[in-house]
């Protein structure tokens, strides 16, 4: 392909990491006062308009009618899950720090591999077998010290783990619908016509005027998540276009780590705003055994390969 540059790929792969590591954390401190619906209309309108606008800069405003019915239902499923993925994915973060919303979330792309075993018939190979089995033991690490308060009470931790779940499953059926509908479109055509339908939908439950509500650091805050929504999609789109997709999979599994970092230093600058990664030494152990068996199942076959 005459777009692929390596270098320029595996950059832009480690910006889409650094922007969905930090978005968490800006989330948090903005649904202090605005409503999880309404931040997310907020980051929908903005991507829309700006998304909008550059593809028809470039000519290449997508046309619906080409969809049909198959394409039409597949449309409104991909706008359904990934609106629904980020409402709960906010709306975990009312419960829990970033790191652990982050870490959890991990769990969309391997249920993603699993599915698409079962919908489309691919192939499980035995590296992404491993990679699964190290991720399961890795969230069981990450959680050491809360493992019975997950399973035998349910408070609001307990809740914002089962909210964060729910965000990785309904993202399954946006990644599914996405698959099916990229033989009508390209990417970015696909992403406008669910940003624009996402923020419709979120439109009669979205109370802008909540922006009143937020002092400087809020709406800087708010502004971030704006933006990330773009420069990230934008960012991973463009690395697929010019990277093998396995290895821009492999970089973006590095996000939750970023996550813990950025809290870790938000915390020693600003400690009146952000609270530590609360985590023991098994945490942070957990936590980089998940990230490792996530990147295991994008690039374990060549691992293997070489191996061999």
């Given at each position: 392909?005459?777009?692929?540059?390596?270098?320029?790929?595996?950059?832009?792969?480690?910006?889409?990491?650094?922007?969905?590591?930090?978005?968490?954390?800006?989330m948090k401190q903005a649904v202090e006062v605005m409503a999880p619906f309404t931040i997310v209309w907020y980051r929908f309108v903005t991507a829309s308009l700006g998304l909008?606008?550059?593809?028809?800069?470039?000519?290449?405003?997508?046309?619906?009618?080409?969809l049909g019915v198959a394409g039409g239902i597949s449309l409104i499923l991909a706008s359904i899950g990934l609106a629904g993925n980020f409402v709960l994915f906010n709306s975990?973060?009312?419960?829990?720090?970033?790191?652990?919303?982050?870490?959890?979330?991990?769990?969309?792309?391997?249920?993603?591999?699993?599915?698409?075993?079962?919908?489309?018939?691919?192939?499980?190979?035995?590296?992404?077998?491993?990679?699964?089995?190290?991720?399961?033991?890795?969230?069981?690490?990450?959680?050491?010290?809360?493992?019975?308060?997950?399973?035998?009470?349910?408070?609001?931790?307990?809740?914002?783990?089962?909210?964060?779940?729910?965000?990785?499953?309904?993202?399954?059926?946006?990644?599914?619908?996405?698959?099916?509908?990229?033989?009508?479109?390209?990417?970015?055509?696909?992403?406008?016509?669910?940003?624009?339908?996402?923020?419709?939908?979120?439109?009669?439950?979205?109370?802008?005027?909540?922006?009143?509500?937020?002092?400087?650091?809020?709406?800087?805050?708010?502004?971030?998540?704006?933006?990330?929504?773009?420069?990230?999609?934008?960012?991973?789109?463009?690395?697929?276009?010019?990277?093998?997709?396995?290895?821009?999979?492999?970089?973006?599994?590095?996000?939750?780590?970023?996550?813990?970092?950025?809290?870790?230093?938000?915390?020693?600058?600003?400690p009146e705003f952000f609270a530590a990664a609360a985590l023991n030494v098994l945490g942070y152990v957990g936590a980089v055994v998940v990230v490792s068996g996530a990147m295991?199942?994008?690039?374990?076959?060549?691992?293997?390969?070489?191996?061999?």
């Open positions: 392909m005459p777009n692929q540059n390596p270098t320029t790929g595996m950059l832009l792969a480690l910006v889409t990491a650094l922007f969905w590591g930090a978005l968490p954390i800006a909008g606008l550059w593809l028809y800069w470039r000519k290449q405003l997508p046309v619906p009618k080409a975990a973060l009312e419960y829990l720090n970033p790191p652990v919303v982050q870490v959890i979330i991990q769990l969309a792309p391997v249920i993603l591999l699993l599915s698409s075993v079962w919908v489309f018939k691919e192939k499980l190979g035995r590296h992404q077998i491993i990679g699964v089995t190290c991720l399961l033991l890795g969230l069981l690490l990450f959680f050491n010290e809360r493992l019975v308060e997950l399973f035998t009470s349910f408070t609001g931790y307990t809740r914002g783990v089962m909210l964060a779940v729910l965000a990785a499953l309904v993202w399954v059926i946006y990644g599914l619908a996405q698959k099916l509908m990229l033989k009508y479109f390209s990417s970015p055509q696909i992403l406008l016509m669910i940003y624009v339908i996402c923020a419709l939908m979120l439109t009669p439950v979205a109370s802008p005027e909540q922006i009143l509500l937020m002092d400087q650091r809020q709406l800087g805050m708010l502004a971030f998540c704006c933006i990330n929504t773009l420069v990230g999609y934008g960012a991973f789109a463009e690395a697929m276009a010019r990277w093998q997709a396995s290895q821009v999979s492999a970089v973006i599994t590095l996000a939750p780590l970023f996550t813990i970092l950025f809290v870790d230093l938000a915390s020693l600058i600003w295991f199942c994008a690039i374990g076959h060549k691992l293997i390969g070489q191996h061999k």
